[in-house]
């Protein structure tokens, strides 16, 4: 019984010793490293992307990919400050970026399964017409300003840590619970692995994709809120290139990019070692320019790793 | 075929719509310079059609110009040799790129959509890493008039490459062998391979062709821009699958062409350009370009096909 849940918890258990060797790595050559304030950097970076991280890692489960988190995030983001800037009661701002968020996620889902057209490539339109989008609207221009109530989302700080740290990670751990226990979850498993036998037991395979796009739309919504609450001013382009990253940290995470397996435990750890390294780089005294270098050459050794690990396997079972 | 009829009244009505919104659209000259700025595009977009026909993609193909180009210019720059032999340098340096993809992909059996995100985040990264973010420039006058002069001051030089590139892709899926074996892995992978087609062969050789061409469209965006530099063509990736998908290629697989591709490019292109000519801002233009992308798309995957069903059945 304990060997099968040690089976279970493979990826996420490599991963933990990355996270710990490379921790305890760049300690040895720093000794500045390990503290409070860094905790507090590394953390508050993987929170503003972590909801966003969830919904791809669900959106991939479902085996549809999503290109337009980016767009969405920076829509959310810029109008849900210029909401804040108005006046608008802080608790109706950060409904606002749920909504905005879900309602152009719903977008893509109506489109993908009216159309039945891959979500990719629907996204990957609605990326560039959104990004047009917040360019046009803004004309470039960042928002500054910001209220008081904007910035207390990002700045409070309960036991040391900020607010957006406490929420991301608690929508985290109920994103675990959720997708364990409802059973609208299950039948996104079912439709990632095999859409005919989906079909067959009687699941609106329709249903469940329009569902799962609206949620990652949602949750790409809330992660640019919560990107936009840390600073006091946002830039136009803020979010270029998430689509990428998430994707990134949800397979890292041990996500099946063709569908069908997946846990959110992974894609949390993923995102958390992508944004340790990132931090490391500085006390390594390397130089900022090397992050995106070093991030591909980490994916692509926790896949090659992954790879290797599962030929292991097989051929301990067949010996 | 359909689709390319589809593509080619697409083509007209862009031009004409843009030749209504400014004069100086509709001129040879015009359209010809527009062209220049969409070489890398349509080079990358033929081995990007072949590969995503076999149910791939190639997400690194930015990274690899970026890379292939800053590459060369460190080689001219600090090993001060010739600019045309760093040139063929980048090349290599794309293949180099391609087969490393190739072998994560074949050999390891990870999803080509896995290996290209990070070799897109790799390459794109020793590129900045290298180059410290700075851009190497002042390449030789010879070099640079490659990539900004033009033919007889009419037909700018490395379109006849694009011209090339695109007339061997055409050959090579349409009339060879080469080409019957890359839609039938697209149609259907395991029928493939027990019908003697050499799969693993063919992919490695289309990811190898892939990081070749972004090489060779690293060395003339480098000649266009006059400077090689870590952030060149970002974003491209994107913007080359759109130019794609827009032609007509199926991204499930089995289905396109080398010639919708290329109208793909040029509506796209001229889309671009009219758009500018006419002042019309960058913002407006991409959610134009979004809009044409996802109906050309609805229109052939519903409508489209059905209609030019009924006029090849002679019903219309």
Redesign the interface.
Known sequence: MMKIKVENFGREFTLGIVLIVLVSFVQFINHSFISVRTLNVILENSAVILPSAIGTTLVIIAGQIDLSVGSIFAVSAITSAQLALKGVPMFLVILWSIGIGAILGFLNGIITVTFRIPAMIVTLASMTIWRGFILWWTKGYWITDLPDGWKALGSTRILNLTLPIWIAFSLGILMIFLVRNLRIFRYVYAVGSNRKAADLIGIARWKILLFILSLNGALAGFSGLLSGSRFFLIPSNIGTGLELSVIAAAVIGGTNIMGGRGRIEGTIIGVILMTTISSSLVFLNIDSTWDSAFKGLLILLAIIFDVLRKKLRRGESMG | MRKNIFLLIILGVVVMIMSMMSKEFLRFSTLLESLRYAVEMGIMAVPMTMIIITTGID?SVASTLALSGILMGIIWKYLNLNIWLAGLFAILIGSGCGLLNAY?ITG????P???T??????????A??L???RGITGFPESFQNFGQGSFMNFIPYSVFIWVIVALVGYVVLEKSKFGRYIYSIGHNETGAMFSAVPVVRVKNILYLFSGMMAGLSGMIYSARIGAAK?NAFM?GE?EV??AV?LGGTS??GGEGSILGSTLGVLIITFLKTGLNLARV???????????V??AS??TY??FGVGFFKKIKKGGV
């Open positions: 997400l994560m390891l059996s990870i999803p959509i896995v290996v995100l990070a070799t897109m985040a790799a390459y794109r990264g020793i900045t890493g180059s410290k973010g870590s974003g994107l699958i759109t998908v991204i499930t801002p960058h913002s407006v233009q991409s959610i134009i370009v979004g809009i992308l996802v798309i609805i995957t519903r």
